[in-house]
């Protein structure tokens, strides 16, 4: 289910300078975001960031149209951190994608890819797009694009992002 307007447990202390709101969006397509008016539908093809257009206030650890979407939330308050998990098929293919965000209270976000991530991040979906990774801040004008349809992604990594 796409849109989930879940509170945090662990408050992400500054999006690039910004302060975000204590709840977020979560969408099966590889992304959560800040802006609680976001939907999914309609943000299912990726974009470079910074794209003042929705979804803004943006984490995108894999942003594609999946299929099959499985996502699993995590809340710790006693390591102060919030874990989301997706697990899907790229839509209309068998290539699969497994990947983690960690927001930590103290601002610090990890992106997380598992063992059964299978696309790099190049691969084309049927709508021919490939994949968005970064962050964005909650106006869209402003954002970290690590990759935008060109390889990065291997499975077994990470990326730590933390507050400027």
């Keep these: 289910e796409d849109g989930w307007d879940r509170p945090m447990s662990?408050?992400?202390?500054?999006?690039?300078?910004?302060?975000?709101?204590?709840?977020?969006?979560?969408?099966?397509?590889?992304?959560?975001?800040?802006?609680?008016?976001?939907?999914?539908?309609?943000?299912?093809?990726?974009?470079?960031?910074?794209?003042?257009?929705?979804?803004n206030g943006l984490i995108a650890p894999f942003w594609q149209d999946p299929y099959t979407s499985t996502i699993c939330r995590n809340d710790d308050p006693t390591g102060n951190t919030d874990t989301i998990q997706w697990a899907a098929r790229l839509y209309q293919q068998t290539v699969t994608v497994q990947y983690q965000v960690v927001l930590h209270a103290d601002g610090v976000i990890d992106f997380i890819y598992g063992p059964n991530q299978m696309v790099d991040g190049s691969q084309t979906d049927s709508d021919g797009n490939g994949a968005t990774v970064g962050l964005e801040d909650l106006n869209g004008l402003f954002g970290h694009q690590v990759?935008?349809?060109q390889p990065g992604v291997l499975p077994n990594t990470s990326r730590t992002f933390t507050p400027m």
């Design 147 to 149: 990759l935008y349809n």
């Design 10 to 55: 662990a408050e992400v202390d500054r999006l690039f300078g910004d302060t975000p709101l204590l709840t977020f969006c979560i969408s099966a397509n590889g992304w959560l975001s800040f802006d609680t008016a976001a939907v999914s539908f309609g943000a299912y093809q990726n974009r470079p960031i910074p794209t003042v257009g929705a979804p």
